[in-house]
């Protein structure tokens, strides 16, 4: 399985979503966009982006460590699914030699490919087993429009919401509570 941290993460590489560009209406023939990239407010990169039918052409500049700077223009090709409740959803198909899985998100490296290309994990992946819960009950708090803050009260039903489905998400928050605790922490709780 590799060391902890053996895998950088999707987080640190730039991401473009077909799922995004399509809601925006950025994939339809003719359509064209250019996205950027900042971290702590300084621009740090930006691609731009042709649809075509059956592919989008990205055009940006990238650099290596040292290197100068190089242009890249490319199409990334496009697959389509149908839906089973009519419309159809879009894939990007990966440019990488060797590859060409279908995927919603490519990151940017040299090249925009796929997650596997660049052997990239999720965040979450690389999280303990009681911190991968304590997230999850915070979501659930933050979904029912409370705070992540397990220090305080669990917010009430929101107004709409089901009772079933309220004492459901109540139950696995509070599961997920009663796994986030680290071990070390009960070791110490037990030995007091």
């Not at 590489?13 to 809601?23: A, M, V």
């Not at 339809?28 to 621009?43: F, V, Y």
């Not at 899985?101 to 990151?107: C, G, H, K, S």
Request: contains cysteine; proline residues 4%; hydrophobic residues 30%.
């Amino acid at each position: 399985m590799g060391r902890y941290s053996s895998k950088n993460t999707t987080s640190s590489y730039r991401r473009l979503d077909n799922r995004e560009l399509q809601r925006k209406g950025f994939l339809r023939p003719g359509g064209w966009t250019s996205l950027r990239w900042s971290r702590n407010g300084e621009a740090v990169g930006s691609v731009g982006i042709r649809a075509e039918f059956d592919r989008v052409v990205l055009r940006y500049r990238h650099q290596r460590y040292g290197e100068d700077w190089k242009d890249e223009e490319y199409p990334v090709f496009l697959d389509r699914t149908r839906c089973n409740y009519g419309g159809e959803r879009v894939w990007f198909v990966c440019p990488a030699r060797g590859c060409s899985r279908r995927v919603a998100v490519v990151y940017g490296g040299s090249i925009f490919a796929c997650r596997h290309c660049y052997q990239l994990a999720y965040d979450s992946q690389r999280e303990a087993a009681y911190s991968r819960a304590l997230s999850r009950a915070q979501a659930i708090r933050m979904k029912l429009g409370g705070s992540p803050n397990m220090a305080e009260d669990f917010p009430d039903k929101p107004k709409g919401m089901h009772w079933r489905t309220y004492d459901l998400l109540c139950r696995e928050a509070e599961d997920a509570q009663n796994r986030s605790c680290p071990p070390w922490l009960i070791r110490q709780i037990l030995l007091k």
